[in-house]
Each structure stands twice: as structure tokens, then as C-alpha cells.
């Protein structure tokens, strides 16, 4: 690979010989952000829980759009603010959505077998949902753990506290750790900690020292590792 951002690399062919541990996000991380649930869940999310709470969707959205003015995450602020809320029954709507669209691609689970090593999920989505995606794109079998956002009550990514817990859980040296993600802010913390961070699937070009490679998607980024 070459030495350019044309050639799908800010850095020279990344060096990840000592890597015994590679996570990853799940949206629009492992797929291609064509494929996206997020306008449709955010619609399910919405209607469900003006439903749950007995009032509008037009209040919910005027809520979660003042949280958004003070909280990152303002979906999972909502929960957290004890509005009317049942996990159960969320998790069956917003797994509601038409997994099928999800093209399976049997170059990318190859590599991802062959990276040497430990291999999770570091979402902010529910584990059930992760599960579905990761079945469609006959990856399931390939992940030794999932972190979601309800198994961290409701914590999200870029919170630093998620990190250091996500070390702790599945017990690996970050040093020695990628972490692979669509949304720039999400690298920060782990490059903190010491991990090797790599931007996919994003078409615009990030420059940040905590974005250490940057590829145009997924599959090359695994091309350049394997
Ligand atoms: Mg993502």
C-alpha cells in the first residue's frame, strides 16, 4: 500500500506484527453506511417510546433534541433519565428491521480469521442487534465477545469510563490492541490508552494525531493487515 490518502492510507503500511487484539465497532463499521439502520431505528426509537410514555412523537423528538445539546449520546441519556423505558420490549422493535439488506462478503470473514488473536464487538447498539448483523454477514462465529450499551447501563462510547471497562472485561493489553470505527470521536479514548485506532468507511479525510490509518473501507483495511 502506498504512502497516500489516495491510496487509501494516511500512514505507510501499518506495522501491527505485535497485535493480539482487535475490536471492533459494529455499524457502519463492518458494513458499508449504505446499508444503514440508523434513520430507521432512530424512527422505531422515537415511536416507541412516545407510545411508552403516552404522549407524541413530536415531544420525544423536542426532548432528545434538547438533550442533544448537552449530552453526546442523548438516545441513552433519555433511559437514563427514567422516562417510561422497558428494555424487553425495545430490543424486539429495533430488531424489527430487515436484516437481509446486509450483503455478506466472504473475503472479509476470511481476513478477519486470519487476524492473530482475540477479536470483539465494541458497540454502542443493543447485543441482540449486534448478534443479528454479525449472523447476516456470516461473522458471528468469528468474535469471542460483545460489549454493548446495555451490558455498560446504557454508558456510551466516546465515555472514557467504557474503555477502561472494556480492557477490564475481556482482560487484554490495549498496547497490543486496534480498534476499528466509522466515527472519528470514538478513537480518541483508545488512542489515549494506547491503541492502535484505524478510521473506515468514512468518505471525507480525518486528520487528528489519534487517527493513526485511515482506509476507505473495511475490506481494505484487512487486504493491508493480512
Ligand atoms: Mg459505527
Redesign the pocket.
Known amino acids: 500500500m502506498v504512502d497516500s490518502a489516495e491510496g487509501g492510507c494516511l500512514v505507510a503500511h501499518p506495522d501491527f506484527s505485535q497485535i493480539n487484539t482487535w475490536v471492533f ?5 463492518l458494513y458499508n453506511p449504505e446499508h444503514s439502520f440508523e434513520h430507521e431505528q432512530i424512527e422505531l426509537y422515537v415511536n416507541y417510546l412516545a407510545r411508552k410514555g403516552d404522549t407524541e412523537p413530536k415531544v420525544v423528538r423536542k426532548r432528545l433534541e434538547e438533550l442533544s445539546k448537552t449530552h453526546f449520546d442523548p438516545m441513552a441519556r433519555y433511559v437514563q433519565l427514567g422516562y417510561p423505558f422497558d428494555i424487553n420490549e425495545w430490543v424486539q422493535e429495533a430488531i424489527s428491521v430487515d436484516y437481509s439488506r446486509l450483503p455478506k462478503c466472504d473475503r472479509t470473514a476470511e481476513l478477519i480469521e486470519k487476524l492473530p488473536g482475540k477479536k470483539y464487538i465494541f ?2 447498539h443493543l447485543a441482540q442487534h449486534a448478534e443479528r448483523v454479525l449472523q447476516q454477514l456470516h461473522l458471528d462465529h468469528l468474535f469471542d465477545g460483545i460489549s454493548d450499551n446495555v451490558s455498560r447501563d446504557y454508558i456510551n462510547k466516546p465515555e472514557s469510563k467504557v474503555y477502561t471497562d472494556l480492557v477490564q472485561e475481556f482482560n487484554f493489553e490495549p498496547t497490543k490492541a486496534v480498534f476499528v ?3 472519528p470521536e ?1 478513537l480518541q479514548p483508545a488512542f489515549t490508552m494506547g491503541m492502535k485506532t484505524v478510521l473506515v468507511h468514512r468518505t471525507d479525510i480525518h486528520e487528528a494525531e489519534f487517527i493513526e490509518h485511515q482506509y476507505p473501507t473495511l475490506l481494505e483495511f484487512l487486504e493491508d493487515v493480512a
Open positions: 465497532d459494529l455499524d457502519n463499521t458497540t454502542n470505527e466509522d466515527s470514538n
